[in-house]
Each structure stands twice: as structure tokens, then as C-alpha cells.
């Protein structure tokens, strides 16, 4: 058992930052990779971001490339969503999920899940 609680969400501005982060506990941290997904109002749920076990390789959805970075800290057991130029359109409620790299980037699922934090960017 893994579990996942978010950290950092807010209301931002156009154009500003925001450092999501995600500390887990339970079973081993390293063994998982580690996910960014979002769901705004009235959408489906829409991954964002992943990173492999040993933080060598990470995966974005195209509408957050050269925005975002996702980093992993096996250490501190925890995953960091930056989050930079913000636009509106990223507003949602951000989750944070361990499982393999294959099944959250691609499978759009996961084993484990934060409750999520909120993000809100004004215009």
C-alpha cells in the first residue's frame, strides 16, 4: 500500500508559478513510477505528467511541454510538479499516483492516488 497527499495548489495568476509537491509512505517509493493528472470541472480526468522509478526518463502531455517539470526525490519519497507560465486552462484539481510509467502515461490509471489539490489560475 502506497499512500499519496498532495501539497501547493492555489490561486495564481496568469502567467505565474506553482510548485505542486506529492510525499508518499508505505512501500517502497523508489519501486514506483510516479504521475501528474488533472480533472477540471465538468471534464474527464487527463494525465499530465510521469516520471520513471529512478527519475531518468519523464513523459508530458503536449499542452504542458516547456511548462511543466516533473521531478522525483527517492530520498525525500516525494514527486514535484513545476509548474510554470500558467494559463488558465490549467486549472483543475491536481492528483498525484504511483504505478508503473507504462499504465500511467499510457493506460491513463493507477493503483495508488493522492485526494488531489487545487489549482486555480486567473486571467
Known amino acids: 500500500q502506497v499512500q499519496l497527499v498532495e501539497s501547493g495548489g492555489g490561486l495564481v495568476q496568469a502567467g505565474g508559478s506553482l510548485r505542486l509537491s506529492c510525499a508518499a509512505s508505505g512501500r517502497t517509493f523508489s519501486n514506483y513510477g510516479m504521475g501528474w493528472f488533472r480533472q477540471a470541472p465538468g471534464k474527464e480526468r487527463e494525465f499530465v505528467a510521469a516520471?520513471?522509478?529512478?527519475?531518468?526518463?519523464?513523459y508530458y502531455v503536449d499542452s504542458v511541454k516547456g511548462r511543466f517539470t516533473i521531478l522525483k526525490n527517492n530520498a525525500k519519497n516525494t514527486v514535484y510538479l513545476e509548474m510554470n507560465n500558467l494559463k488558465p486552462e490549467d486549472t483543475a484539481v491536481y492528483y498525484c499516483?504511483?504505478?508503473?510509467?507504462?499504465?500511467?502515461?499510457?493506460?491513463?490509471?493507477?493503483?495508488?492516488w493522492g485526494q488531489g489539490t487545487q489549482v486555480t489560475v486567473s486571467s
Open positions: 499516483a504511483a504505478d508503473s510509467t507504462y499504465r500511467l502515461r499510457v493506460g491513463g490509471n493507477a493503483n495508488y
Open positions: 516520471i520513471s522509478m529512478s527519475g531518468g526518463s519523464t
